[in-house]
C-alpha cells in the first residue's frame, strides 16, 4: 500500500470549558518530523501531543497547530502586575506632592498603563483531563492526515504502475536488441575487411573479433538485474507498510544498471532506449519523493 507524505487534517474537541482545536499540515521530508505550534501555557503538554501524532506517521514533516481558547460565554481570566501597579501609585504620589499637584490618581489611570492588565486563557484545574482531550483530538486530526495521505497514495499508485511497465517494455526490447547489435556489427565488419583487402576475410579471425566485440557490448547482466529490481519494485508497492526510500534505493539501482547499458551501447536504436528508459526513471524518483 502506498502512503503520501503530504497531506491535512483537522480536529476539535471542548473541554472544561476550554475549545481545543489541531490543524496538521505535512510535507516531504526524508526522515519524520513533527512540529507543534501551540500557546506557551500549555506547552506541558507538547510531548503528549507529538507522541499522538507520532503513532500514526511514520515519515515527513507535520506542522502541528495548536489552539486553546476559552469557549464562548466563559470569563477571561485578567492578570494584574500588582508590582507595576504598586510602583505607578507610589511614584504618582511623589510627583503630586512634589509638584503640588491637585488631581488625585484614579482607578482609570491606573488601567490605562500599559503591561499593568493582561489577559489570558489561564490554565485548567483538571491537568490530566486537559492532557487526555489534546491526546484525543491530536489522534483525531492524525487520523484525518492518514485518511487524505492513503487517498493521494493511491493516485500515487497507479502513477508508479504504469512508469514501471513502460520500463519493462523498454528493457524488454532492449533484450531483444542486444543480439541483433552483435550481428549487425559482424557484417558491417565483414563488408569493411572486405572492402579494405578486396577478398573475403578470415573466417576464424572475424569470429575472434566478433567474440570480442560481444564480450565487451554484452548487457545481459544488466538487463538481468534491471528485470530483478523492477519485480522487487512492484512487490514494495503492495506492502502495508512505509517502503519510500527502499522504493528510493531501488531506482537508483536500476538508474546505475541503465547507466552502464548506455556505456557499452554501441547502437543507435540502444542509445534511444537508454534514455527513455532514463527519462522513465526520472519521472519515477520524483514520484517516489512523495511517498512515505
Same mark, same amino acid.
Given at each position: 500500500?502506498?502512503?503520501?507524505?503530504?497531506?491535512?487534517?483537522?480536529?476539535?474537541?471542548?473541554?472544561?470549558?476550554?475549545?481545543? /482545536?489541531?490543524?496538521?499540515?505535512?510535507?516531504?521530508?526524508?526522515?519524520?518530523?513533527?512540529?507543534?505550534?501551540?500557546?506557551?501555557?500549555?506547552?506541558?503538554?507538547?510531548?503528549?501531543?507529538?507522541?499522538?501524532?507520532?503513532?500514526?506517521?511514520?515519515?515527513?514533516?507535520?506542522?502541528?497547530?495548536?489552539?486553546?481558547?476559552?469557549?464562548?460565554?466563559?470569563?477571561?481570566?485578567?492578570?494584574?502586575?500588582?508590582?507595576?501597579?504598586? /510602583?505607578?501609585? +507610589?511614584?504618582?504620589?511623589?510627583?503630586?506632592?512634589?509638584?503640588?499637584?491637585?488631581?488625585?490618581?484614579?482607578?482609570?489611570?491606573?488601567?490605562?498603563?500599559?503591561?499593568?492588565?493582561?489577559?489570558?486563557?489561564?490554565?485548567?484545574?483538571?491537568?490530566?483531563?486537559?492532557?487526555?482531550?489534546?491526546?484525543?483530538?491530536?489522534?483525531?486530526?492524525?487520523?484525518?492526515?492518514?485518511?487524505?495521505?492513503?487517498?493521494?497514495?493511491?493516485?500515487?499508485?497507479?502513477?508508479?504502475?504504469?512508469?514501471?511497465?513502460?520500463?519493462?517494455?523498454?528493457?524488454?526490447?532492449?533484450?531483444?536488441?542486444?543480439?541483433?547489435?552483435?550481428?549487425?556489427?559482424?557484417?558491417?565488419?565483414?563488408?569493411?575487411?572486405?572492402?579494405?583487402?578486396? +577478398?573475403?576475410?578470415?573466417?576464424?579471425?572475424?569470429?575472434?573479433?566478433?567474440?570480442?566485440?560481444?564480450?565487451?557490448?554484452?548487457?545481459?547482466?544488466?538487463?538481468?538485474?534491471?528485470?530483478?529490481?523492477?519485480? +522487487?519494485?512492484?512487490?514494495?508497492?503492495?506492502? /502495508?507498510?512505509? +517502503?519510500?526510500?527502499?522504493?528510493?534505493?531501488?531506482?537508483?539501482?536500476?538508474?546505475?544498471?541503465?547507466?552502464?547499458?548506455?556505456?557499452?551501447?554501441?547502437?543507435?536504436?540502444?542509445?534511444?532506449?537508454?534514455?527513455?528508459?532514463?527519462?522513465?526513471?526520472?519521472?519515477?524518483?520524483?514520484?517516489?519523493?512523495?511517498?512515505?
Amino acid at each position: 500500500m502506498v502512503t503520501s507524505m503530504t497531506g491535512f487534517g483537522q480536529a476539535e474537541r471542548t473541554m472544561a470549558g476550554y475549545q481545543i /482545536g489541531i490543524d496538521l499540515k505535512s510535507v516531504n521530508h526524508r526522515y519524520c518530523e513533527i512540529v507543534i505550534r501551540m500557546p506557551k501555557e500549555f506547552a506541558r503538554y507538547e510531548n503528549a501531543v507529538k507522541a499522538a501524532i507520532g503513532q500514526h506517521v511514520k515519515r515527513g514533516r507535520v506542522d502541528a497547530y495548536v489552539t486553546v481558547e476559552r469557549a464562548g460565554g466563559t470569563p477571561q481570566n485578567v492578570h494584574i502586575d500588582w508590582n507595576l501597579a504598586l /510602583g505607578y501609585s +507610589q511614584a504618582a504620589e511623589e510627583l503630586r506632592e512634589r509638584l503640588a499637584l491637585q488631581d488625585p490618581l484614579t482607578l482609570r489611570d491606573l488601567i490605562a498603563v500599559p503591561g499593568l492588565l493582561t489577559f489570558g486563557s489561564g490554565m485548567p484545574e483538571d491537568e490530566e483531563g486537559m492532557e487526555a482531550a489534546l491526546t484525543a483530538c491530536a489522534e483525531e486530526a492524525a487520523s484525518a492526515l492518514c485518511v487524505m495521505r492513503r487517498r493521494e497514495g493511491a493516485f500515487l499508485l497507479q502513477e508508479l504502475e504504469q512508469r514501471i511497465a513502460v520500463l519493462e517494455t523498454h528493457r524488454t526490447a532492449a533484450a531483444a536488441l542486444a543480439p541483433l547489435v552483435v550481428r549487425d556489427y559482424a557484417e558491417k565488419l565483414r563488408a569493411r575487411i572486405g572492402e579494405l583487402l578486396q +577478398q573475403p576475410p578470415d573466417e576464424s579471425r572475424l569470429a575472434m573479433e566478433v567474440a570480442l566485440f560481444a564480450d565487451r557490448a554484452s548487457i545481459d547482466e544488466e538487463l538481468a538485474r534491471l528485470l530483478s529490481h523492477a519485480a +522487487q519494485f512492484r512487490e514494495l508497492l503492495v506492502l /502495508g507498510e512505509p +517502503q519510500g526510500r527502499r522504493l528510493d534505493f531501488l531506482v537508483q539501482e536500476m538508474n546505475r544498471e541503465v547507466n552502464t547499458i548506455g556505456s557499452k551501447a554501441n547502437d543507435a536504436r540502444l542509445s534511444a532506449l537508454v534514455v527513455e528508459m532514463k527519462s522513465e526513471l526520472e519521472k519515477l524518483r520524483e514520484q517516489i519523493q512523495n511517498i512515505e
